[in-house]
Structure formats: C-alpha cells, structure tokens
C-alpha cells in the first residue's frame, strides 16, 4: 500500500484554505501504481459474480471502467444532473452549503442484479449515500462498495454501515 500512497499527491490550500487536496492523477500516469490499485480490487471482488460496477463522475470512471472490465461486469456511469441523454432516476443529496443531484439511466441496472459501487474518495458519504438510494430504486442488489481513497476522519464510511465498505487508502487526518 505504501506504493499507492506515495503515488498521491497532496495538495494543501485546495480548493479552499485548510482543506487538503488528494490528487489521484499521479497514481493514475504511473503505470505500475495504477495496475497494482486495479489488481488489488479485482482480487477482492472477482468472487463475488458482479453484473455491473457503478463509476461515480467523473473519477470514478476511471479504475471503476477498468475494474469492469477484468471482472467481465458491465459498466455504469452516475453523473451529475442533466448529463446523460436517456430516461433517469434522479437522487438528491445534502452538501456543505445546499444540495446538489445525481442521475442514472433508469435501465442501467436491472432488478436482481449484483452491483459493485466506486468511487475514488470517501469524503462524507453523502454523493455514495445517494448512489445506493439510486441502485434500490432499481431493485440491485450492493456486492460491495469500494474507494481508492477514503479520509476516515470525516466518517463518510457511517452513512454507508449497511454495506461492506473497502479502501485502498486511508488518511486519518487532513
């Protein structure tokens, strides 16, 4: 795992004053970081017979539609309001300050089948929260939620107890 958290770049100040920034784009140019964050998931799950894995927009596509591919599972991309062109389901979630929305195709997932949730960060829980809302509504069954990074210390993971939860990475403290 030291090799996965070295290859993440921490960016203080950003966006924002306090807040540190963990920047995946350098664990995703080098090759050998990148391979290794996919085997990893691929081991853990590749057992559990996933029909489709869920990226979360928009880096959440990236080891998400990677990970789809080594476990022959189809891909699902969420994506913010107004981005995708057929029919959705629309779930509602609370940020800091206001609300924001995801959307799903409304046939993306069907009744039964065993998904695989991703996303690269774990901050609060709200945006995953609201994902797994999507997916009930369809009537899929959660395999299994997993993050490339997750800050334990702003107890995201909480909003997600119902589910099995896995991390790569785990920062602590800010």
């Keep these: 795992m030291d090799k996965l958290t070295d ?8 966006p924002k004053k306090g807040i540190v920034f963990r920047d995946i784009t ?11 964050a996919v085997d990893l998931f691929t081991e853990k799950y590749k057992n559990l017979k996933i029909d489709k894995v869920i990226g979360i ?14 476990l022959g599972a189809g891909f699902v991309p969420v994506r913010k309001k107004g981005k995708l062109p057929a029919e959705v389901i629309t779930e509602e979630y609370a940020l800091e300050y206001g609300t924001d929305s995801i959307e799903m ?17 774990l901050a609060t829980g709200g945006t995953m929260a609201a994902v797994i809302k999507l997916v009930e509504k369809l009537k899929g069954n959660i395999a299994g939620i997993s993050f490339l990074i997750e800050l334990s210390f702003l107890e995201g993971r909480k909003q997600l107890q119902e589910h099995e939860v896995y991390s790569l990475i785990k920062y602590d403290k800010e």
């Design 26 to 36: 350098t664990l995703l140019k080098n090759a050998d970081a990148l391979r290794t």
């Design 7 to 14: 290859s993440i770049r921490s960016i203080p100040d950003f």
């Design 105 to 121: 195709h409304i046939d993306a997932v069907k009744p039964g089948e065993r998904v695989l949730l991703h996303d690269d960060l």
């Design 57 to 70: 927009e928009s880096r959440g596509f990236i080891i998400g539609a990677a990970l789809a591919v080594r």
